[in-house]
């Protein structure tokens, strides 16, 4: 089967049910053809993306507070591993602590989202994210565009 390049490879890797419920949801409604792979928790993210058999997401949306390894432990370790130093990696949480997002923007994450409360903002703001031009986004990186603010 040849991969279809117009279709956006997305992994998301969050421990609650309802959240990745909404987020493929969410999905489902936008006009990007997407294809979504799920993780519950970041212990088998490593191996998941070392498995040839899988395809290799163009985003990562990681949330940070989950049980066994936290969205941040799962970043660095990412980011230890040469081939996924380019990987595009959004963290997507609940949190607006400041100290999250600095230790998520040090440790080589490309935006940080705040899970929208409202399911037309998921969706307003997944449209955003998913229609990036990562490679000029990560090239230009900053705070200001660090976080994703609508």
Same mark, same amino acid.
């Given at each position: 089967?040849?991969?279809?390049?117009n279709?956006?490879?997305?992994?998301?890797?969050?421990?609650?049910?309802?959240?990745?419920?909404?987020?493929?949801?969410?999905?489902?409604?936008?006009?990007?053809?997407?294809s979504?792979?799920?993780?519950?928790?970041?212990? +088998? !993210?490593?191996?998941?993306?070392?498995? =040839?058999? %899988?395809?290799?997401? /163009?985003?990562?949306?990681?949330?940070? #507070?989950?049980?066994?390894k936290?969205?941040?432990?799962?970043?660095k370790?990412?980011?230890?591993?040469?081939?996924?130093? +380019? !990987?595009?990696?959004?963290?997507?949480? =609940?949190? %607006?602590?400041?100290? /999250?997002?600095?230790?998520?923007?040090? #440790?080589?994450?490309?935006?940080?989202?705040?899970?929208?409360?409202d399911?037309?903002?998921l969706?307003?703001?997944?449209?955003?994210?998913?229609?990036?031009?990562?490679?000029?986004?990560?090239?230009?990186?900053?705070?200001?565009?660090?976080?994703? #603010?609508?």
């Open positions: 089967m040849i991969h279809d390049k279709i956006v490879e997305i992994l998301l890797v969050d421990d609650d049910q309802d959240d990745r419920s909404i987020f493929s949801d969410a999905l489902s409604e936008l006009k990007i053809e997407t979504l792979n799920m993780l519950e928790d970041g212990r +088998d !993210l490593v191996a998941y993306l070392e498995d =040839t058999k %899988n395809k290799r997401p /163009d985003i990562l949306f990681l949330d940070l #507070n989950m049980p066994y936290s969205g941040v432990e799962c970043l370790e990412i980011r230890t591993i040469d081939k996924f130093k +380019d !990987l595009s990696v959004a963290i997507y949480s =609940t949190s %607006n602590s400041e100290k /999250d997002m600095e230790d998520t923007f040090i #440790n080589g994450a490309n935006i940080y989202i705040r899970k929208p409360n399911f037309t903002q969706k307003k703001v997944l449209t955003e994210v998913l229609s990036i031009n990562w490679q000029f986004h990560t090239s230009a990186l900053n705070k200001e565009t660090f976080l994703l #603010n609508i």
